[in-house]
């Protein structure tokens, strides 16, 4: 082929599977929803696994802010889904990304995380610690970069407890905090 015909092909191929995909998706659907949440720490699977039983589309709201001082990291994430019956979305649970100065420790009546990160789960909250060195490749001089799940209010969790025992809630919760440690410690190349 004559080199001076190359970049018409290539133009014309790139069309071609732009009419094709745009012919995929008729008029007035969405395209498919992304299938990583928070921050790229989620996958949409792990994310559903927190329900309070009345369905609906997740989404997320994502936001970051830069630190103060030596703290530096802090990324959030609001993990809600869409209500049947109007247009609001109701929260399920947030997930943070943030540096500390301290290790706070375990909650109370919380148990550990399990292995591969130094963290505990409670039914309506969980943390995990990522390895060494994350806290530095996230551009913290801070020694702990910790990675939060938080559930809703309290009228909500109870509502909640009649759908998922105590020790589902926890097995959720875990799963969660776990998967959002293991993608963040991956992105930054701080794994254990």
Known sequence: MD?????LTVVLGVAGVAVVTASLWP???????PQTLCHGALSRQTA?????????EVSTEEWESPGKGDL??????GVMRANPD???????FNLIVQ?????????????PLGPGFKGWVRPDEAEAVLPAGCAARMGSTAPYIVVTLIRPSKKEEEEEKKLVDRDTAIRNNAAVVREAAVNIAKKYGCEA
């Open 3 to 7: 080199k001076k015909w190359l970049p």
């Open 27 to 33: 008029d007035g659907e969405k395209p498919p929803l």
């Open 86 to 92: 109007n247009d609001y979305s109701r929260g399920t």
């Open 72 to 77: 530096k990291v802090f990324k959030g994430c």
């Open 48 to 56: 559903e696994l927190i329900d309070d039983g009345k369905g609906g």
């Open 99 to 111: 540096d500390e100065l301290h290790d706070s420790g375990p909650r109370k009546d919380s148990v």
